[in-house]
């Protein structure tokens, strides 16, 4: 070789110097967000530190809570949080999947395509676009619902979600009262339109996230189920949900989180009374209602307490998705198909 | 890259910077910041606003966050001062190095307002009242409702009570209220800010409350007076101590208030006035002010600032749906002004 141009070269200092620096600055970066979230929990657990030696466990196990006899106990909004936040993840999952599933088979767009056909423009330059621009703002709506903040959802369930369902409610409850969860009439506030509004809530985190893991499902499963004489409805039960189900299930571990959480709306909805009932139509409470209702106003003594029931709130989210996680491990390892 | 890293610096930067330029005074003015109740929220910002814009250079900052969290603020000297509905306990007076100075400065009622179709002008007992917010009236047509209603169509459904779910002056006062006429009350759940109702939903704040009540058939709860006037809400006329049923209005509420003598520390509480024309229901809401100031700016334009509201401001205090004070209370409130003194090392 006569000249020794080569295109390729050792880094020069000031790019290995700059490498170095990135590198260390998403290491910082990286451990900083750990590190908040470690000292969060710390000053928490420091602050609620007199009240756990105060109440100790009982905290958890009993139901009053009265500022003026210094008795605390969170039993109820325990209970409240998990069973609202379950009723929300059980008909947020069934609505959100199903949307999902729609989208990712492409019904509407068949559909528009199927009306399209009947006049002859499936392929006209501007008709011939309808069918993927109709799936695209459904795609978009569905997730516009998580851009509505919380109080609007609260003033939307106080003002027409509860005068909706409420007849329906005091009807179920006159015929059958009898049965444990229509056991009250439904006032105003309570379980019931919480889980309704919490559910919607929802439902655009289940749907989103499940929709794009039903998406990456290789086409060449769908069509060896199809080969097998399999019809759609058993091709989606038994071959595109299970393969997707880590997604799903990750979306949907995602939105008990958020339920969990939920304060706002559910502090409008709720009913907010220190109630322990299985009825759907009782008002109860949740540890985020509690926690935003009660800190404005909190003696030295009472902020203590509420920061030993904001730990309890951290633990549940935290058993919640470490639970989650097991699940996830378990469930979806025989379940995926070859790929 | 480059442009967006450094674009990230520059906002880093400016964020660090921040507290640095902020300081308490304002360029060759003067900052005062309270913290407070929110029940005279919409008085005080009307003053404050009036106030600072005759007088240049004085800029006045109120955050209605709540009585406890105003008390708060004055015992860990983060505002200039405070405001409660509570008044503000001997021990926490006790915990501010110096002292404070607690100034009544407008008065507002308690009304009960309800959901009941066709029903105007409904009285209730002190029987009545202190009975359902214990849970122990429960249904519209209960005889120790329809007794004093005669001719009204008292619908046999339950009665649907709201209180407040955050911890409010509000409830303190219509607790201390309802404790000093029922005994039953007064031992369980008691006065507190929050407590532990034995009855009912709870709804946040006071618009909370109405929107629940409005939403909700048969149901009654307890707001402020100026709200539900704003509101065009009907409010129940309550039973007093001398057995006679009166309206909230602002004449029977200053009734209230005057047959409350003032004492020389100016808390003063109408749990339960005892005068023929007195609302049941009404309360001061003070100003928690330091016995001395470090800051002659602050202090003066402080000493100004409670001239006026206790002279021109109480104009304004009825159209919002507070209680003027009577003049002798005013009186009273403005020679205590000179409880509050420079410190004699001040700048």
């Known amino acids: ?61 009993t139901k009053t809570w009265d500022p003026n006899q210094e008795q605390f106990g969170v039993l109820p909004e325990i209970w409240g949080t998990v069973y609202t936040s379950l009723l929300a ?70 003002f027409v979600v509860i005068p909706l369902i409420r007849p329906a409610c005091n009807w179920l409850h006159a015929k059958m009262g009898w049965f444990a969860l229509f056991s009250t009439d439904l006032s105003g506030p309570g379980v019931l339109p919480a889980v309704v509004v919490l559910s919607i809530m929802i439902l655009p985190t289940i749907t989103a996230i499940s929709r794009h893991s039903l998406s990456t499902v290789p086409p060449k499963l769908r069509m060896a ?12 039960l038994a071959v595109i949900l299970p393969t997707a189900a880590r997604g799903i299930f990750a979306g949907i571990i995602l939105a008990f989180g958020r339920a969990l959480g939920e304060t706002m709306a559910l502090a409008m909805l709720v009913g907010n009374a ?66 | 890259m480059r442009p967006l890293l450094r674009g990230v610096f520059i906002i880093l930067l400016a964020a660090l910077s921040y507290p640095a330029c902020s300081s308490n005074k304002t360029a ?3 900052k005062l910041s309270g913290a407070g109740a929110s029940f005279p929220a919409p008085l005080y910002q009307k003053w404050f606003k009036a106030y600072s814009s005759s007088h240049p250079g004085v800029e006045i900052d109120y ?29 926490d007076q006790a915990r501010v190095e110096g002292g404070v100075q607690l100034l009544p400065l407008t008065a507002g009622c308690i009304v009960l307002t309800y959901n009941l179709e066709g029903v105007k002008d409904l009285k209730l007992s002190r029987a009545a009242y202190a009975g359902i917010f214990l849970g122990k009236v429960k249904m ?13 169509k008292l619908p046999d459904k339950p009665i649907n009570v709201v209180v407040r779910a955050d911890g409010s002056g509000t409830t303190f006062v219509f607790t201390k209220h309802l404790s000093a006429i029922s005994p039953e009350f007064a031992k369980n759940p008691g006065a507190n800010a929050l407590p532990n109702w034995p009855v009912g939903t709870r709804s946040k704040g006071n618009e909370g409350v109405t929107a629940s009540i409005m939403t909700t058939p048969g149901a009654i709860g307890y707001i402020e007076y100026g709200y539900a006037t704003s509101q065009n809400l009907p409010m129940a006329i309550l039973e007093n101590k001398t057995g006679a049923y009166v309206a909230p209005s602002t ?52 000493q100004g600032l409670l001239n006026y509201c206790l002279t021109d401001g109480q104009k304004d205090s009825e159209v919002l749906g507070y209680i003027p004070l009577p003049s002798a209370v005013s009186d009273k409130v403005k020679a205590a002004l000179q409880n509050i003194t420079l410190a004699p090392n001040a700048s």
Request: net charge negative.
């Open chain 2, 251 to 302: 004449a029977s509420a200053q009734a209230a208030l005057a047959a409350v003598p003032l004492p020389d520390d100016l808390i003063a509480w109408a749990s339960d006035p005892d005068a023929k024309d007195a609302y049941p229901i009404a309360t001061y809401t003070w100003l928690i002010c330091y016995k001395q100031y470090h800051d002659k700016g602050k202090f003066e334009t402080l």
């Open chain 1, 225 to 236: 189920a199809y080969g097998l004489g399999a019809t759609q409805w058993e091709t989606i």
């Open chain 1, 1 to 61: 070789m006569a000249e020794d141009i080569t295109i390729s070269q050792p880094p020069s200092r000031w790019q290995g110097a700059t490498d170095k620096f990135f590198r260390g600055l998403c290491y910082t970066f990286a451990w900083l967000s750990i590190f908040l979230v470690v000292l969060i929990v710390f000053r928490i657990a420091m602050q609620a530190g007199p009240a756990v030696r105060q109440y100790g466990l009982g905290f958890l196990t």
């Open chain 2, 140 to 152: 519209w047509n209960d005889p120790l409702i329809a007794k004093v209603n005669p001719g009204a």
């Open chain 2, 28 to 30: 060759g003015g003067v």
């Open chain 1, 89 to 158: 993840l059980l008909i947020g999952s069934a609505f959100g999947v199903a949307a999902a599933v729609f989208m990712s088979e492409g019904y509407l767009g068949g559909f528009i395509f199927g009306i399209l056909k009947f006049f002859h423009v499936q392929f006209h330059p501007f008709w011939g676009k309808l069918p993927n621009q109709a799936e695209y703002t459904l795609k978009n709506l569905i997730e516009l619902l998580a851009a509505i903040p919380s109080v609007v959802y609260g003033l939307w369930g106080l």
């Open chain 2, 63 to 91: 955050q209605s966050v709540g009585s406890g969290s105003g008390i708060k603020s004055v015992i860990d000297k983060t505002v200039d001062f405070g405001a409660s509905d509570a008044a503000m306990s001997p021990e």
């Open chain 1, 274 to 339: 220190n109630v322990l009932s299985i009825s759907l139509f009782s008002p109860a409470n949740t540890l985020a209602a509690l926690l935003a209702n009660t800190f404005p106003e909190a003696h030295p003594k009472e902020i203590s307490v509420l920061m030993y029931a904001a730990l309890i709130l951290l633990g549940i989210t935290l058993a919640v998705n470490v639970i989650g996680a097991a699940i996830l491990e378990r469930t979806s390892a025989g379940l995926e198909g070859g790929k």
